[in-house]
């Protein structure tokens, strides 16, 4: 039975694979520079055997020239396998990212699940990082050996014994130093698993900084930074142990097996069975053999290292999606509710998801990834009646759930409990499967229905969405279908009002995550987003929490406008949105237990009364 790749083998492979015309040039002129480097001490032997013992000056001058000719091909070929070899390190580095940011990007999500932005950094930079590395090892690797099988070749022509034992004692050498690294390899891996879980932490707190301010938390923010800190540096230091004790014990290694050469050709040397200028060349020889060793050390630490973070990106990487892609996973296009398939099938399922795939779009220059013009967003729009159906809905806190939401109908969903919006959400945006039922769309289960068409046709814009980093009017407009939408949901958001108290208007420029803007300000900015998409299907999740009650009124209001005709689920427990509603249904203990307009419901059922009113 064969056995499987270790975790990570696949992603160290591919990632060195990948750049194998820059790792080939890069260790053939690293073997041209080791062997150069070889030849030096040969050269010198002869040199001296011609002019000092000989007395052949001329002989001297023209093996003179031959090492001044030598000098100028190694120089020349280290800075070229150098450059080959940091081009094939960085490329490697970014290609990782760029799958990486592919994978976290990817419709079927999952890959983010128990990991905090944070820590998603750290291994898209440092781990990257060091899997890139990799290939600049084992361009030295490669020069190391022809530096040594060089080495070993010349020692053999002086004397058998020297060379024997030269290409006896070095492959033990680096089977220890490989043995050597396996505690490094563990500890490297436990090294950076915390300090991606200290980098999550810290960017987790800075994001809630303003909140754990307000509720006085600073302390306990603190110590629990603290804490996962200490144990990051404890594993660092655990790391930098083990390096510190292999690269000394190889020290010590390489320096006995260098002395014991040096001493077999001195004693050689002494009994007449080889000349001045060999004992020259033999000593030389052992000098530089601690340059090659030394660095297949550095090489198997980089490997070590570079092993240890393939496999937490390989994590990453083949992380189970939260759900099945669809149809369209195979590479054969998903046909569109309606039988049609649209370039909009590369969108997201919340506005966030949206502004960051265009902004991606534009980083990786991806084919494919740039969201569509107009025409497309329209031929999409066309092909979408709406029809919004749950059927026997289970998941989470959810129990057997049945709604059926007409085509251009606005409909209101209260909840009880706010595990059953969450749940009533992640199903809707499929960002997971239901437990038992389902979710359809125009009669058509989004199970049945590739990832991209659902996202297209389905825009959930939860409570908490982030902005990105640019203008407000570039916030707004990352996925707007047409640009004559923008300027009405600008209105019908407030953002508008928003745009009049900054210094310049929509052009303002916005921090990472709106953080520059009050919650208000990013709440009614977000909302606007996803207005301006104008998606077939909106699900709205809160999106008045931190405004005023004016501003909430005449959100409602524009909500109500710019959306009639289209289908809306506004999953909110504020009166007011509620109000502008065809209809509310009312979730308690995970079912639907009212249906009916709002005042009705207000006057007839004190659990809505309830949930609404206090």
Sequence with gaps: MKRADPPGRNVLWRAVGGQRKDVVLGAVLGMAHQTGEALVPVLIGLAIERGVVDGDVPGLLRWLAVLAAVYVGLSYSFRASARAGERASVTAAHHLRTRLVGRLLAPEGGAEEGRLPGELTNIATEDAKRVGAVA???????????????????????????????????????????????????????????????????????AGLRVLKGIGAESAAVARYRRVSQDSLAATLRAARAEAWQNGVVTILTGTFIALVALVGGRLAARGDIGLGELVSSVGLALFLIGPLTEFAWVN??????????????????????????????????????????????????????????????????????????????????????????????????????????????????????????????????????????????????????????????????????????????????????????????????????????????????????????????????????????????????????????????????????????????????????AVTDRVVLLHDGRITATGDHERLVHECADYRTTVLT
């Design 136 to 206: 600049m090892a084992l361009i030295v690797a490669f020069a190391a050996t022809a530096g040594l099988v060089v080495s070993a070749v010349a020692l053999l022509r002086v004397s058998v014994a020297l060379g024997l034992l030269v290409l006896l004692g070095t492959p033990l050498l680096l089977g220890l130093g490989h043995l050597l690294s396996k505690p490094l390899e563990r500890r490297s891996a436990t090294e950076q698993e915390r300090a991606a879980r200290a980098s999550g932490v810290a960017a987790d707190l800075v």
């Design 301 to 578: 630490a980089e490997l070590a290292q570079g092993r240890a973070s393939a496999t937490r990106i390989a994590e990453v990487l083949d992380a189970p999606g939260a759900v099945s892609p669809g149809p369209a996973a195979d590479g054969t296009p998903s046909r569109s509710v309606e039988g049609r398939l649209t370039p909009r099938a590369l969108s997201y399922s919340t506005a966030q998801g949206r502004a960051s795939a265009a902004r991606t779009a534009e980083v990786l220059d991806a084919p494919g990834a740039v969201l569509p013009g107009p025409a497309a967003e329209g031929a999409l729009a066309r092909s979408v009646e709406g029809r919004l159906t749950l059927r026997a809905l289970t998941y989470g806190t959810l129990r057997g759930v049945d709604l059926d939401i007409a085509p251009g109908e606005t409909v209101g969903v209260a909840t009880t409990d706010p595990a059953d919006a969450t749940a009533l959400l992640r199903c809707l945006g499929r960002r997971t499967d239901p437990d038992d039922g389902a979710v359809e769309l125009d009669g058509t289960a989004l199970t049945a229905l590739g990832l991209g068409d659902v996202r297209a046709a389905i825009l959930v814009a939860e409570h908490d969405a982030d902005l990105f980093e640019g203008t407000v009017l570039e916030n707004v407009t990352a996925a707007a279908a047409a640009p004559g939408k923008v300027t009405a949901a600008l209105a019908a958001s407030g953002t508008d009002e928003v745009a009049r108290a900054l210094p310049d208007g929509v052009d303002t420029a916005v921090s990472a995550r709106g953080r520059s803007l009050s919650g208000g300000q990013r709440q009614r900015v977000a909302l606007a987003r996803a207005l301006a998409a104008d998606a077939p299907v909106l699900v709205v999740h809160e999106p008045a929490t931190a405004v005023d009650a004016v501003t909430e009124t005449r959100i409602a209001a524009g909500i109500g406008d710019l959306r009639r005709g289209r289908t809306t689920l506004l999953v909110t427990n504020s009166p007011v949105l509620l």
